[in-house]
């Protein structure tokens, strides 16, 4: 029986993917920074391993056939977690022959000048450069994160929204998302596989509005260039490639899970 060790295990993607993988009779293994929880199901292994250190990193991949590498961090130290901690996973899973690595991008990475998109496109450089059989998937931003942003804005009742509302996202459920992204589990493409887009392309303006009706919130949403500096927003370079939608595959709609769908 094969054991998939899921890196990132414990974050929003990871967590569909545990899901989703749990009830089937295989073992998984989530490779975490952090202990193992009390109420850890029987069929699931629980691997301590920093991938910016390069602690536990091969008794985590010891024993495992296939890795989804879900791992990543976002906030701050992305160089040596998703490039170098990334070249000693793919280090150890060559050494324990591993049958696939399949990697986990974003879509747009190589058109958009966002510095965590830079590393995210040297961490593909990596995973292509490797001996193993791979694939990498790339994702467009979750309907959570597009959550993510909205949310801090709205913490004060009433105040106007203010945002770049002609920014574009095709957003997808992650739980869609990881349900797609595991039908490529077991053939590795050895290159990129088709992108995973959500079912539609929208303005963050009508987003925001859909949110808000869903909430039944009336305050009025202002279009800004420079939103409200509480929330993180990435260089006016950036968001005017969001704007162009370079973060978008129309041609590769997935799920039918909507924005809509999502808030309400
Ligand atoms: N969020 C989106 O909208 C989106 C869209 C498309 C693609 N993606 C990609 O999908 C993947 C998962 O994203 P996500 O939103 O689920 O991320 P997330 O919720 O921020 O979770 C990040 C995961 O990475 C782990 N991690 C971070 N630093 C680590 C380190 N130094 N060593 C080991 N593990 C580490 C964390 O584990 P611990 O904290 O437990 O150690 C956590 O499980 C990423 O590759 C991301 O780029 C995300």
């Known amino acids: 029986m094969s054991t998939i060790l899921i890196t990132g295990g414990t974050g929003t993607f990871g967590r569909d993917l545990t899901a989703l993988l749990q009830p089937t009779a295989r073992t998984l293994r989530i490779m975490s920074r952090k202990p193992a929880p009390p109420d850890l199901p029987a069929n699931i292994e629980w691997a301590v391993a920093n991938l910016a ?48 690595f399949l990697h986990i991008s974003i879509v747009g990475i190589d058109q958009m000048p966002f510095g965590y998109y830079r590393h995210k496109l040297d961490a593909e450089a990596v995973v292509s450069a490797s001996v193993l059989p791979y694939s990498i998937a790339r994702i467009t931003q979750f309907h959570s994160l597009v959550l993510n942003i909205l949310e801090p804005s709205l913490k004060i009742p009433g105040a106007p929204l203010r945002i770049p509302t002609d920014i574009q996202f095709q957003s997808i459920d992650s739980r869609e998302a990881a349900a797609q992204t595991l039908t490529y589990l077991h053939t590795p493409a050895n290159g990129r596989l088709p992108d995973i887009g959500g ?59 909507t924005w809509r769908d999502f808030v309400t």
């Open 53 to 100: 250190t390069g602690t536990g990193i091969d008794d985590a991949v010891r024993g495992a056939d296939i890795i989804i590498n879900a791992a990543s961090d976002s906030g701050g130290n992305t160089h040596q977690a998703d490039v170098v901690g990334l070249q000693s996973l793919l280090n150890a899973a060559q050494s324990h022959k591993i049958s696939h």
């Open 199 to 257: 079912p539609e392309v929208l303005m963050l303006g009508e987003m925001a509005q859909t949110l808000l009706d869903a909430r039944g919130d009336s305050r009025p949403i202002e279009h800004t260039l420079t939103p409200d500096p509480k929330v993180f927003w990435p260089s006016p370079e950036a968001i005017e490639a969001y704007r162009r939608g370079l973060n978008t595959t129309p041609d590769h709609c997935c799920g039918s899970i």
